[in-house]
């Protein structure tokens, strides 16, 4: 495995650095903790980089893409991530809705969906978990039962990032009430405006957008919603959430918040200089081992548990860093970007409060750590 990029490449990434430069506010650090104007602000950028056919460059031509290599789309996304996300929660649909689309949907389905993911300008929720059914996710109990030609939902789903503002959903259901765990379930791609969904925003210190409540009242959705067959649902999520996992580069961010910590005073005491280096040498780690999983992608393989285990190094390593930070700077790491004497322009605190999440979205720690077991060593399920 070749991991320089070309000087290509590396021409995209100067391209892409001047653009989020230059239109990227003093203090972004995403939509979550800036101002409502921030949102738009999000949609005019990103749709920027689709007219500049960088958004979706690694998909197929006929879908809006540029058939480049995966290791150009990993250009972006290192970029995209470090820079505190320009996109908002768009990257969903070019990460991994977009990709479980063209792998299990119609061709009307890809027609319908597919231009407006790649055109920079759709919002989608990802409508996984429930009350009951978290890192569970086979317990989940919402209902989506067969009418004729259309499915009748009812239930609860929780955890809905960007849910209150998305125009479509991504919607796991229980299609066959017998059925036990893995095995009934249906994916729908539903419309977020649909009579009876209902939409109830989660007050947490993560930020506005960040967590919903979506509840399903007798919501009708016309069978030709269908993503894959009905019965078959969980290998269609299993198969996103893998697409999941594993277009975040995370560590992008992580070596970036490092850098912030080496240049300030508190960096010249002997023991935050170790910590800070032992923290590079784990964020070069966490990079190589997300490239193994865009390796295999590459060569078209599907990841499973490789792309766990990258998961798992990555979130790990911004909790050690968030730690680290906490060490250097006390409380002075917890002030955000709305106060002028925040540290980085409030990147730090930003980053301080949400590694934390990372051992709970797209799967908690436990889950990845079960599939690296069982998938990675092949040790039995204990429970």
């Known amino acids: 495995m070749n991991l320089d990029f070309s000087a290509e490449q590396e021409e995209f990434r ?35 980089m689709a007219s ?17 290599s995966n290791w150009s789309q990993v250009v972006f996304q290192e970029e995209a991530w470090a820079y505190f996300e320009p996109r908002g929660g768009q990257y969903m649909g070019v990460n991994w809705i977009g990709p479980a689309i063209m792998r299990f949907g119609t061709e009307e389905q890809r027609s319908r969906f597919l231009p407006r993911i790649a ?19 086979a317990n989940l109990r919402t209902k989506a039962t067969r009418v004729g030609d259309q499915y009748i939902v009812n239930g609860e789903k929780i955890w809905t990032s960007y849910g209150d503002f998305a125009e479509h959903g991504v919607l796991l259901a229980r299609s066959k009430s017998a059925s036990e765990r893995h095995s009934g379930l249906v994916v729908l791609l539903i419309d977020m405006s649909t009579p009876g969904i209902e939409v109830r925003p989660i007050g947490t210190p993560l930020g506005k957008h960040k967590l919903n409540s979506v509840a399903f009242t007798d919501v009708v959705v016309s069978a030709d919603s ?25 560590y992008a961010r992580s070596t ?31 990079e190589l081992m997300s490239y193994l999983v865009v390796d295999l992608k590459e060569r ?23 730690a680290l930070a906490d060490r250097m700077l006390g409380p002075m790491a917890m002030v955000d ?19 934390p999440t990372g051992t709970v979205a797209a799967g908690a720690y436990e889950i990845q750590m079960g599939i690296i077991a069982q998938r990675g060593l092949g040790l039995e399920r204990i429970r």
Not at 59 to 67: Q, T
Not at 226 to 250: I, K, N, Y
Not at 300 to 322: D, F
Not at 337 to 355: N, Q
């Open 300 to 322: 078209g393989e599907v990841p499973t548990w490789e792309g766990s285990a990258a998961r798992v190094h990555n979130v790990l390593l911004e909790q050690r860093i968030a």
């Open 337 to 355: 970007s709305h106060d002028p004497a925040a540290v980085e322009g409030g990147e730090i605190e930003d980053f301080v409060r949400l590694a």
């Open 14 to 48: 100067a391209e892409l650095r001047e653009l989020l430069d230059d239109r990227l506010p003093d203090d972004w650090v995403g939509i979550f903790h800036g101002p409502d104007e921030y949102l738009e602000l999000s949609f005019e950028i990103t749709r920027e």
């Open 226 to 250: 269908v993503l894959g067959t009905d019965g078959d649902g969980w290998r269609v999520a299993m198969a996103a959430l893998a697409f999941e996992r594993v277009g975040v580069a995370r």
């Open 119 to 137: 055109a920079g300008d759709v919002q989608w929720a990802q409508l996984f978990s429930e009350p009951g059914a978290g890192s569970d996710l």
């Open 52 to 68: 500049r056919g960088w958004l979706t460059q690694a998909w197929p031509e006929e879908y809006g893409g540029r058939d480049a």
């Open 256 to 286: 970036r918040v490092l850098g912030e910590l080496e240049r300030l005073p508190e960096a010249g005491r002997p023991e935050h200089q170790l910590e800070i280096a032992e923290a590079l040498a784990s964020a070069r780690v966490a």
